[in-house]
């Protein structure tokens, strides 16, 4: 019994160190990042790979970080399946390549993140970890040739072009020019194109739009190529000869390593008096025509209040002279208070739709947006609609906008009724909802949280 027993106990502690080595010993995921170049101008691309790969495969898409890095824009590029053999052990992996842009000089670092991974270690059995990204490091700067660019911009085969829509051939006061500029370029996120400024002018009222990025990327050799277009509208209130002023955009470029100029001409505009409109657009009529203009719709609109009131002022005159000027002042006040307000503006807009011209609607819908909060501080069409969230309502200004600045045979015809229909509604769901978060904001104030459990004469309260 004695040599049995001793050969089993030489058994166990010859198997035990052996699984001790095999554990020890079992394959790990492979880890490996680079960043290239190290050094980079500004503005242009970074690119980060990082190589994952697990013993024999992976069971489910690996964990990653966002890796965007403060001044920097991140994008993600291709992903890339891998195979290799190791010690005569198969793994399988993923590349990621992440592409990151500088916006300023000086050193830029990733550290802290970590990927997670899940992997058949021994199939069917499944394993999770946790791989550590080691410090990720590069430094962007400006080339000493480019040091008084202001603003810097990098890129290559840039350019720059221009379109001038104007409502009619010979234009007269009350018809709008839109100028539309578009830079292209590659090598450079469109976010970091810098915009276009337009030059306002005495006499020309300048409605400037949201501008366009847009971002594409070549499948093949990963070549971003962007775009900005910026365009601004013109509205013509007073004639006479305008220039409005060329357009230089200065830049590094990568390939010559040069700076180069992209220019864009002036555009000449003559301006001649509109007889029908009495030398004046319907949008920049003067002053006091505009007034007495909204002081007939009112009457129109409030006819027996009114009769009522200057009844009531007829006799308060016979006994009080004193009290008469003092509610004549004040309803002057509630007047001016009410030609500055939104609900003046946006009857302007209903009653430019009545009229059907689809000029004075759309410069009367800029003029409302102007006062209306609920799309503040942009006040613009395009916070209007990105704020609505219709697709009834873009549809319906985007036809008084093709009317107007881009008029093609086949286009839908504009109609006054449903934009002004679409417009109203939008402007109720948003009053609606500012209301509501003011409530909300109300409440919060009346019961803040997080106070310290003190009374309001400073004194703790008792236990309970």
Request: hydrophobic share 45%.
């Amino acid at each position: 019994m004695r040599h049995p027993l001793a050969a089993v106990a030489l058994m166990i502690g010859l198997l035990i160190p052996c699984a001790a080595l095999a554990q020890q010993t079992a394959p790990e995921p492979i880890l490996r990042v680079t960043i290239d170049p190290p050094r980079v101008v500004v503005g242009q691309a970074a690119a980060l790979r990082i190589d994952v790969l697990a013993p024999n495969y992976m069971t489910a898409p690996p964990e990653l970080p966002d890796f965007q890095v403060r001044n920097a824009v991140t994008r993600q590029l291709r992903s890339i399946n891998e195979n290799e053999q190791r010690d005569g052990l198969t793994y399988a992996g993923v590349r990621f390549e992440f592409a990151i842009h500088p916006q300023e000089p000086g050193s830029y670092a990733i550290a802290g993140q970590a990927i997670t991974i899940k992997y058949a270690a021994e199939p069917p059995a499944t394993r999770e970890a946790t791989l550590a990204l080691p410090p990720i490091a590069f430094e962007a700067f400006i080339p000493d040739a480019a040091s008084a660019l202001q603003p810097f911009l990098a890129a290559r085969n840039l350019s720059i072009e221009q379109t001038v829509n104007r409502s009619s051939d010979q234009l007269k006061t009350g018809d709008a020019v839109t100028r539309t500029v578009t830079v292209k370029a590659e090598g450079i996120p469109a976010m970091l194109l810098p915009p276009v400024k337009f030059t306002a002018f005495d006499g020309l009222r300048l409605y400037p739009a949201q501008p366009s990025l847009q971002d594409k990327t070549d499948g093949r050799t990963d070549v971003l190529s962007s775009a900005r277009t910026d365009s601004g509208v013109y509205m013509l209130e007073r004639a006479g000869d305008y220039v409005l002023p060329p357009i230089d955009l200065r830049w590094w470029n990568i390939d010559a390593q040069r700076i180069d100029v992209a220019h864009l001409d002036p555009v000449t505009l003559h301006v001649e008096a509109n007889p029908a409109a009495g030398g004046a657009s319907s949008v920049g009529t003067s002053g006091p025509r505009r007034s007495w203009g909204a002081l007939r719709d009112v009457v129109a609109d409030r006819w027996k209040s009114i009769v009522l009131v200057l009844l009531a002022l007829a006799g308060l005159g016979w006994l009080m002279p004193r009290t008469v000027r003092a509610t004549t002042a004040r309803l002057r006040r509630h007047r001016e208070a009410y030609l500055r307000s939104e609900a003046f503006a946006f009857s302007e807009l209903r009653r430019a739709a009545r009229h059907g011209d689809a000029r004075a609607v759309y410069f009367a819908l800029l003029d409302w947006l102007q006062r209306f909060e609920p799309v503040a501080p942009q006040h613009t069409v395009e916070a209007f609609k990105a704020a609505a969230h219709d697709a009834a309502l873009d549809d319906e200004i985007g036809a008084v906008e093709r009317e107007l600045f881009a008029p093609y045979a086949g286009a839908a015809r504009w109609s006054p009724h449903r934009l002004l229909r679409q417009v109203g509604g939008a402007r109720r769901n948003l009053r609606r909802r500012a209301r509501r978060r003011e409530g909300t904001r109300s409440l919060q104030n009346l019961n803040p949280v997080g106070l310290s459990s003190t009374t309001s004469l400073g004194r703790p309260k008792p236990a309970r």
